[in-house]
């Protein structure tokens, strides 16, 4: 009841258009879902997403749900989603993208999201891939992992930085906790939106230093 009068003097709005959410609508209302761009990467392992790492990173599957346009519905969601708080954002992409990619429930041991430094993270308060993560972790029953990753460099943003000089910012950022007793393990790494595919592909290679470890990655957005 106090939470149906919340509601009532703070209505729930789209996150993409901002409009009212119906009753049965959460976070994203239904026309935006049918207006965001789906990039079907689940459907072609060799699809764009994978190709950013073809040669670069031994990856098994990489792909991203949607498609990122400047001033379109996503970039509109993953603002919210990084500087405005709004993490149910991340749950509800999680959900959405879940079924996509259950056939790695199989295979993938732990999802394991790109990580914030410490001092980031205090900022801002939260991971924005956090709650992307544990949704598909939930979803898929597979374990959520954010304390194998470590991030040991601030650095600034790297949304202006081209491949070349987010590679160079990235290099040495990236480390592991230390090895875990259970080698062998398929990783599935975690992202908001890929672009050039530097960062992950530095996780990627700490995570490597574990032996005979196989990756995945799945991000939110690709940019187009």
């Given at each position: 009841m106090i939470r149906d009068f919340i509601d009532l003097f703070y209505p729930k709005v789209c996150a993409g258009c901002d409009r009212f959410l119906l009753a049965s609508e959460y976070v994203i209302c239904t026309r935006c879902r049918h207006e965001i761009p789906l990039t079907n990467h689940h459907l072609n392992r060799k699809n764009e997403a994978f190709q950013k790492f073809y040669g670069k990173l031994p990856v098994e599957y990489a792909g991203a749900m949607v498609w990122f346009h400047k001033k379109g519905i996503v970039q509109e969601m993953i603002h919210k989603l990084k500087y405005k708080g709004q993490q149910d954002i991340g749950n509800a992409i999680g959900y959405w993208y879940a079924p996509y990619l259950s056939n790695l429930r199989q295979t993938v041991d732990a999802i394991i999201p790109v990580p914030l430094h410490p001092k980031k993270q205090r900022q801002r308060g939260y991971n924005q891939v956090e709650t992307f993560g544990k949704a598909l972790s939930e979803t898929l029953n597979i374990a959520y992992n954010?304390?194998?990753?470590?991030?040991?460099?601030?650095a600034n943003s790297q949304t202006k930085k081209n491949r070349s000089d987010r590679a160079d910012n990235s290099q040495s950022v990236f480390d592991i906790s230390g090895i875990p007793e259970e080698t062998g393990q398929h990783y599935l790494i975690v992202d908001d939106v890929l672009?050039?595919?530097?960062?992950?592909?530095?996780?990627?290679?700490?995570l490597l230093k574990i032996p005979q470890t196989r990756l995945s990655i799945a991000c939110i957005a690709m940019t187009e």
């Open positions: 954010d304390r194998l990753l470590v991030r040991n460099t601030y672009t050039t595919g530097a960062t992950l592909e530095a996780c990627g290679r700490a």
